[in-house]
T-cell receptor
Framework: DGGITQSPKYLFRKEGQNVTLSCEQNLNHDAMYWYRQDPGQGLRLIYYSQIVNDFQKGDIAEGYSVSREKKESFPLTVTSAQKNPTAFYLC??????????????FGDGTRLSIL | GNSVTQMEGPVTLSEEAFLTINCTYTATGYPSLFWYVQYPGEGLQLLLKATKADDKGSNKGFEATYRKETTSFHLEKGSVQVSDSAVYFCALSKAAGNKLTFGGGTRVLVKP
């Protein structure tokens, strides 16, 4: 079945440590996204990418970095500069960034906690 | 800028009750509107969408109508089940960019 795979499901980070969250899709989608979800709140956009080797900052990009070396992969690194990284991170993809009516497909998320 | 406002939860219902979750939006032009559902510990799943005024999206017994005059996209279901317990998110997307703006989510709890 086609879909989006996020790993790991749970991740723990020590203070001052960078961690990388994996996101892989086999839907042949061009666009990919990373969101952060805090308890009882909606989703906020961290980064998004329309094509390979191109990505743009979302609303809360500070303390995060991404890469898009392959169409199917869009890893997110939470750096030590992110002072409040504890959250649920969701990766999504859509056919493209063009047009507004294409739904985004989501992975099952990674829950990041600070030790 | 764009924004989406949903009624705050939790909403607690008995099985077979009628469910309404209010959603209003602020955006210029004609955004596309979506409802997503999130079950515990999972990602979001698209529930339904509408792309122009007066469109009605429907899926799994849920319905929502795009009301341009009231800038609303309220979600309704006539008879809920325990399995409908989840968090529901209203979202919009503007043309020339498929980025979603989400509401804060509404938690629904259906009791047997």
């Amino acid at each position: 079945d086609g879909g989006i795979t996020q790993s790991p499901k749970y991740l723990f980070r020590k203070e001052g440590q960078n961690v990388t969250l994996s996101c892989e899709q086999n839907l042949n989608h061009d666009a990919m996204y990373w969101y952060r979800q805090d308890p009882g709140q909606g989703l906020r956009l961290i980064y998004y990418s329309q094509i390979v080797n191109d990505f743009q900052k979302g609303d809360i990009a500070e303390g995060y970095s991404v890469s898009r070396e392959k169409k199917e992969s869009f890893p997110l690194t939470v750096t030590s500069a992110q002072k409040n990284p504890t959250a649920f991170y969701l990766c999504a993809s859509s056919m493209s960034l063009q047009g507004s009516n294409q739904p985004q497909h989501f992975g099952d998320g990674t829950r990041l906690s600070i030790l | 800028g764009n924004s989406v406002t949903q009624m705050e939860g939790p909403v607690t219902l008995s099985e077979e009750a009628f469910l309404t979750i209010n959603c209003t939006y602020t955006a210029t032009g004609y955004p596309s509107l979506f409802w997503y559902v999130q079950y515990p510990g999972e990602g979001l799943q698209l529930l339904l969408k509408a792309t122009k005024a007066d469109d009605k999206g429907s899926n799994k017994g849920f319905e929502a109508t795009y009301r341009k005059e009231t800038t609303s996209f309220h979600l309704e279901k006539g008879s809920v089940q325990v399995s409908d317990s989840a968090v529901y998110f209203c979202a919009l997307s503007k043309a020339a960019g498929n980025k979603l703006t989400f509401g804060g989510g509404t938690r629904v709890l259906v009791k047997p």
